[in-house]
């Protein structure tokens, strides 16, 4: 007749179970080393993105703050390159919503820095209602909202009083 199992026998010995644990502890700290490397990595692209635009900004100040009704006078090649420095702009503001979602100063700086450009968004949304589809959900409904509070509306798409 054999024996009752013990407890040891049923499940390992001790050994074996803090092995176990051990184990598990391991993978669940790779799990966390890895998406601290995602976060760390998300966040200095932001930043390397964000320098870009910077620098982008420092080199062309009549991109950077703007009188809109002189660039369209300037003719195509002037109206394209603002754009892409718009569009520049919109991606860098993007990256740094989706690294730094949580630190407001971020968010400051580009609203700061949105306000010279919304006629130009607000013209170009009219005539491409496709042109803010380009960038994620955070930045397109960043830009409307923005839009919205400066009371800046077509069919005129001026600045209003904030």
């Given at each position: 007749?054999?024996?009752?199992?013990?407890?040891?026998?049923?499940?390992?010995?001790?050994?074996?179970?803090?092995?176990?644990?051990?184990?598990?502890?391991?993978?669940?700290?790779?799990?966390?080393?890895?998406?601290?490397?995602?976060?760390?990595?998300?966040?200095?692209?932001?930043?390397?993105?964000?320098?870009?635009?910077?620098d982008?900004?420092?080199?062309?100040?009549?991109?950077?703050?703007p009188?809109?009704?002189?660039?369209?006078?300037?003719?195509?090649?002037?109206?394209?390159?603002?754009?892409?420095?718009?569009?520049?702009?919109?991606?860098?503001?993007?990256?740094?919503?989706?690294?730094?979602?949580?630190?407001?100063?971020?968010?400051?700086?580009?609203?700061?820095?949105?306000?010279?450009?919304?006629?130009?968004?607000?013209?170009?949304?009219?005539?491409?209602?496709?042109y803010?589809?380009?960038?994620?959900?955070?930045?397109?409904?960043?830009?409307?909202?923005?839009?919205?509070?400066?009371?800046?509306?077509?069919?005129?798409?001026?600045?209003?009083?904030?």
């Open positions: 007749m054999a024996l009752p199992a013990t407890f040891w026998q049923k499940f390992g010995t001790l050994a074996q179970m803090a092995q176990a644990t051990v184990a598990l502890l391991g993978f669940v700290a790779v799990l966390l080393q890895v998406n601290e490397i995602r976060s760390n990595n998300r966040a200095v692209a932001a930043r390397q993105a964000f320098l870009a635009y910077t982008l900004a420092f080199k062309n100040p009549k991109f950077s703050a009188d809109y009704a002189t660039i369209k006078a300037g003719g195509r090649d002037t109206l394209v390159q603002y754009e892409s420095f718009v569009s520049y702009f919109l991606y860098a503001c993007e990256e740094t919503f989706n690294a730094f979602s949580d630190r407001r100063e971020w968010l400051a700086s580009c609203d700061y820095d949105l306000k010279p450009h919304l006629p130009f968004l607000c013209e170009k949304s009219q005539a491409e209602p496709g803010l589809a380009t960038y994620g959900d955070v930045a397109r409904d960043w830009v409307k909202t923005s839009l919205k509070t400066a009371s800046v509306m077509p069919p005129d798409c001026k600045l209003g009083k904030t």
